[in-house]
């Protein structure tokens, strides 16, 4: 089970004896003056990390006087360093740069930055090379995030249960803070730190109001006293009704002077407690949640009330877009659009609009948002789930780098082809100056933190792709199972193409062609189809596959809830019609014929059923693999995945029955003969 704890950051000794004698030479004296926290922080990980993985204390140096000098600083700790000024301007605040590099005749290797966490970041990438096997002998890196608030949103409660989590409770012991510090509190900020996380939201966004009391934020600010050190921000959900709950007033309305003054208080307050503090993220109005609707104002009264309360502390509001009610009766998908385009252009400029990648909520597959793009005068947030609340727990295997990189890919054609997302969230498309990107953690206690050991890839996944949403999913496997398990090659291979195609396998067994929203509801775990009964239509499954004798799929064209308005042409012109639509949202915007031809020749129906055949099919293919792994890394971890997927499989297997038998009983066509029987 400890080799789950460690997650990326194991150090291992390197076992290829060339690169192991060839690492030793390149850092046999460091040079690394300094004494701030984060600079400390950055050495220990780096004289522990040669430690582990070299054997290895480089001798402290004060000026270089031999080859293999390591040189590491910034150019107020550092001379050498700043002689460096292109790179130096180039890395910005948090940027770094990675070099081999003559000084004074002597070969050495140089991590320079502007900042301390520009250095911190630099050591832990540093360290990366090593752990994957890089050649150290002619490095030049030059690195920069391209998003600037790169935060995790933990859906934490205060008693320790996690909104949709699912490996253990809370790591936040709230009872025990701000007292006790546990040391698992320093690890999670050397993880984050790792792959460039700078903020944390530690409470869940359906938020309780004690969070902001007095005794809450002198715990918090002990968890921001131990992430501060590795450059990451804390953040709270503000519950919208809190200056009633915890300030005794009789309102929250946004433009009432006395809860506006009881935020700047709170805020001040705050601030007093934790001076970096990143500011506050808000659900409101969406289900249940309280919000400025509930006094008739809108999202702009509400953001931009808090707005004004954290920016004497230059704190951020992060209102989130994520809105949906029986408002919109015809079509849930698009409530968030019609509330806040309308509102463009009118928050304060330390408001950011947070939004999932898609409009309804987490799908295996949805289309990118159609708020990307459109909120031109409005920084926009991505939202991703790392947690995989509707993608099988943390019991099946499911990559979700490719996930995340076709939202950041899609081109909303905004301003034009190459429109793309990830351009508006870079704040790329308008200039904006804010920027973020949003995971839902897939944090807990689990010794292994995440449940799964895979899962683990998700959190380094997301991180990777906040600072540079073009890193492809398959480099970041890469170094991840390098760091993680292995360099064998003859692992690497496999395990790497098995994660590849892990989410599309898992889209072929939930919800394939665009089909969305047919989870058991509730737990949303295994299939539920079926429902059709609960309080609210737009719960039931039934509303989002509308399945007939006719056919199956959402008619989100203009003769149906007309959703595809929201998209700029010419994407709304390809999703309006079924020969233009990509296969993978087919069912997403139209209602299909049973008997529709496919592109493939099939019918829908057959089409379908072949995705479900092929998802159980793939499931299988990664047992395969996976069991030829033995003895390639520890038993412990590969027994444990080994027998994830044997719960994967008989789950892929519940769903693609479920699903199949449930449709057949609209489409009454047959399921192949040759096929496994659904039972
Ligand atoms: C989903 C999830 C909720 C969560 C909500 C949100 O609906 O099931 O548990 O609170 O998203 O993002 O606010």
Same mark, same amino acid.
């Given at each position: 089970?400890?080799?789950?704890?460690?997650?990326?950051?194991?150090?291992?000794?390197?076992?290829?004896?060339?690169?192991?004698?060839?690492?030793?030479?390149?850092?046999?004296?460091?040079?690394?003056?300094?004494?701030?926290?984060? =600079?400390?922080?950055?050495?220990?990980?780096? &004289?522990?990390?040669?430690?582990?993985?070299?054997?290895?204390?480089?001798? !402290?140096?004060?000026?270089?006087?031999?080859?293999?000098?390591?040189?590491?600083?910034?150019?107020? &700790?550092?001379?050498?360093?700043?002689?460096?000024?292109?790179?130096?301007?180039?890395?910005?605040?948090?940027?770094?740069?990675?070099?081999?590099?003559?000084?004074?005749?002597?070969?050495?290797?140089?991590?320079?930055?502007?900042?301390? #966490?520009?250095?911190l970041y630099g050591v832990f990438n540093f360290l990366k090379l090593l752990q994957t096997g890089q050649s150290l002998q002619s490095v030049a890196i030059n690195e920069s995030p391209k998003i600037k608030m790169r935060v995790l949103n933990h859906w934490d409660n205060l008693d320790r249960t996690v909104e949709r989590g699912y490996a253990g409770s809370s790591i936040w012991k709230w009872h025990k803070l701000p007292g006790y510090i546990d040391p698992r509190y320093i690890d999670y900020a050397r993880a984050n730190a790792s792959i460039g996380i700078n903020g944390a939201v530690v409470n869940n966004v359906n938020a309780s109001a004690i969070s902001l009391t007095k005794d809450y934020l002198i715990k918090a600010s002990a968890l921001a006293n131990v992430f501060r050190t590795y450059g990451i921000k804390i953040y709270l959900t503000a519950r919208f009704s809190a200056p009633i709950e915890i300030g005794g007033l009789k309102t929250a309305d946004p433009l009432d002077a006395g809860v506006r003054q009881w935020w700047k208080d709170k805020a001040d307050e705050i601030y007093k407690y934790i001076p970096d503090f990143g500011g506050f993220i808000v659900k409101a109005n969406s289900e249940g949640q309280p919000g400025p609707q509930t006094y008739n104002r809108n999202h702009v009264d509400g953001?931009?009330?808090?707005?004004?309360?954290?920016?004497? %502390?230059?704190?951020?509001?992060?209102?989130?877009?994520? /809105?949906?009610?029986?408002?919109?009766?015809?079509? @849930?998908?698009?409530?968030?659009?019609? $509330?806040?385009?309308?509102?463009?252009?009118?928050?304060?400029?330390?408001?950011?609009?947070?939004?999932?990648?898609?409009?309804?909520?987490?799908?295996?597959?949805?289309?990118? %948002?159609?708020?990307?793009?459109?909120?031109?005068?409005?920084?926009?947030?991505?939202?991703?789930?790392?947690?995989?609340?509707? !993608?099988?727990?943390?019991?099946? =295997? /499911?990559?979700?780098?490719?996930?995340?990189?076709?939202?950041?890919?899609?081109?909303?054609?905004?301003?034009?082809?190459?429109?793309?997302?990830?351009?508006?969230? $870079?704040?790329?498309?308008?200039?904006?100056? =804010?920027?973020?990107?949003?995971?839902?953690?897939?944090?807990?206690?689990?010794?292994?933190?995440?449940? %799964?050991?895979?899962?683990?890839?998700?959190?380094?996944?997301?991180?990777?792709?906040?600072?540079?949403?073009?890193?492809?999913? $398959?480099?970041?496997?890469?170094?991840? !199972?390098?760091?993680?398990?292995?360099?064998?090659?003859?692992?690497?291979?496999?395990? #790497?193409?098995?994660?590849?195609?892990?989410?599309?396998?898992?889209?072929?067994?939930?919800?394939?062609?665009?089909?969305?929203?047919?989870?058991?509801?509730?737990?949303?775990?295994?299939?539920?189809?079926?429902?059709?009964?609960?309080?609210?239509?737009?719960?039931?499954?039934?509303?989002? %596959?509308?399945?007939?004798?006719?056919?199956?799929?959402?008619?989100?064209?203009? &003769?149906?809830?007309?959703?595809?308005?929201?998209?700029?042409?010419?994407? @709304?012109?390809?999703? $309006?019609?079924?020969?233009?639509?990509?296969?993978?949202?087919?069912?997403?915007?139209?209602? /299909?014929?049973? #008997?529709? &031809?496919?592109?493939?020749?099939?019918?829908?129906?057959?089409?379908?059923?072949?995705?479900?055949?092929?998802?159980?099919?793939?499931?299988?293919?990664?047992?395969?693999?996976?069991?030829?792994?033995?003895?390639?890394?520890?038993?412990? @971890?590969?027994?444990?995945? #080994?027998?994830? =997927?044997?719960?994967?499989?008989?789950?892929?297997?519940?769903?693609?029955?479920?699903?199949?038998?449930?449709?057949?009983?609209?489409?009454?066509?047959?399921?192949?003969?040759?096929?496994?029987?659904?039972?």
């Amino acid at each position: 089970a400890e080799d789950g704890y460690r997650l990326w950051l194991r150090y291992d000794k390197v076992q290829n004896s060339t690169l192991y004698n060839n690492y030793r030479q390149s850092v046999k004296q460091m040079q690394f003056n300094g004494s701030s926290p984060t =600079l400390l922080a950055a050495k220990r990980e780096l &004289t522990n990390a040669l430690q582990q993985m070299l054997n290895l204390q480089p001798a !402290l140096v004060n000026s270089v006087t031999s080859n293999g000098t390591l040189i590491v600083g910034t150019p107020k &700790t550092s001379a050498n360093v700043a002689k460096f000024s292109n790179d130096i301007a180039a890395a910005g605040d948090e940027g770094y740069f990675i070099k081999s590099a003559n000084i004074n005749g002597k070969s050495c290797l140089m991590i320079g930055a502007n900042t301390d #966490k520009g250095i911190l970041y630099g050591v832990f990438n540093f360290l990366k090379l090593l752990q994957t096997g890089q050649s150290l002998q002619s490095v030049a890196i030059n690195e920069s995030p391209k998003i600037k608030m790169r935060v995790l949103n933990h859906w934490d409660n205060l008693d320790r249960t996690v909104e949709r989590g699912y490996a253990g409770s809370s790591i936040w012991k709230w009872h025990k803070l701000p007292g006790y510090i546990d040391p698992r509190y320093i690890d999670y900020a050397r993880a984050n730190a790792s792959i460039g996380i700078n903020g944390a939201v530690v409470n869940n966004v359906n938020a309780s109001a004690i969070s902001l009391t007095k005794d809450y934020l002198i715990k918090a600010s002990a968890l921001a006293n131990v992430f501060r050190t590795y450059g990451i921000k804390i953040y709270l959900t503000a519950r919208f009704s809190a200056p009633i709950e915890i300030g005794g007033l009789k309102t929250a309305d946004p433009l009432d002077a006395g809860v506006r003054q009881w935020w700047k208080d709170k805020a001040d307050e705050i601030y007093k407690y934790i001076p970096d503090f990143g500011g506050f993220i808000v659900k409101a109005n969406s289900e249940g949640q309280p919000g400025p609707q509930t006094y008739n104002r809108n999202h702009v009264d509400g953001a931009n009330m808090l707005a004004d309360a954290l920016k004497p %502390h230059n704190g951020i509001v992060m209102w989130r877009a994520f /809105v949906y009610d029986d408002k919109v009766p015809d079509d @849930r998908a698009k409530q968030a659009y019609n $509330e806040f385009k309308p509102l463009d252009g009118q928050f304060s400029d330390n408001v950011i609009v947070q939004v999932k990648n898609g409009a309804i909520d987490f799908q295996p597959r949805e289309p990118f %948002h159609p708020l990307f793009g459109a909120m031109r005068k409005t920084p926009l947030m991505m939202e991703f789930q790392i947690t995989q609340e509707y !993608l099988g727990f943390s019991t099946h =295997l /499911v990559y979700l780098a490719p996930m995340f990189k076709e939202t950041l890919e899609s081109d909303t054609y905004a301003k034009g082809k190459g429109s793309t997302v990830a351009k508006d969230i $870079e704040g790329q498309l308008d200039k904006q100056t =804010l920027s973020g990107m949003a995971g839902v953690a897939n944090i807990g206690s689990d010794v292994n933190w995440t449940g %799964h050991p895979f899962a683990q890839a998700n959190w380094y996944a997301f991180g990777r792709l906040a600072w540079n949403p073009a890193q492809s999913s $398959e480099a970041i496997a890469d170094d991840w !199972l390098r760091m993680t398990f292995t360099q064998d090659n003859s692992f690497i291979k496999p395990v #790497k193409a098995l994660m590849l195609s892990s989410r599309e396998t898992t889209v072929d067994y939930m919800t394939p062609l665009g089909l969305h929203h047919i989870m058991g509801t509730g737990a949303h775990y295994g299939p539920g189809p079926w429902v059709g009964n609960l309080a609210r239509p737009d719960w039931n499954p039934t509303y989002y %596959h509308k399945a007939d004798s006719a056919g199956v799929g959402f008619d989100r064209t203009s &003769t149906g809830s007309n959703a595809v308005a929201q998209y700029f042409p010419p994407v @709304r012109d390809e999703f $309006e019609h079924i020969e233009t639509t990509p296969e993978k949202y087919l069912l997403w915007f139209h209602h /299909v014929s049973w #008997k529709h &031809t496919m592109p493939s020749g099939k019918t829908l129906w057959q089409e379908m059923v072949d995705h479900y055949y092929r998802g159980v099919d793939s499931v299988r293919n990664m047992q395969k693999t996976w069991s030829l792994m033995q003895g390639k890394i520890d038993d412990a @971890r590969y027994n444990e995945v #080994k027998q994830l =997927l044997a719960i994967q499989e008989q789950e892929a297997v519940w769903w693609r029955n479920a699903c199949v038998l449930y449709f057949q009983s609209f489409s009454k066509m047959p399921i192949p003969a040759s096929y496994e029987k659904p039972d």
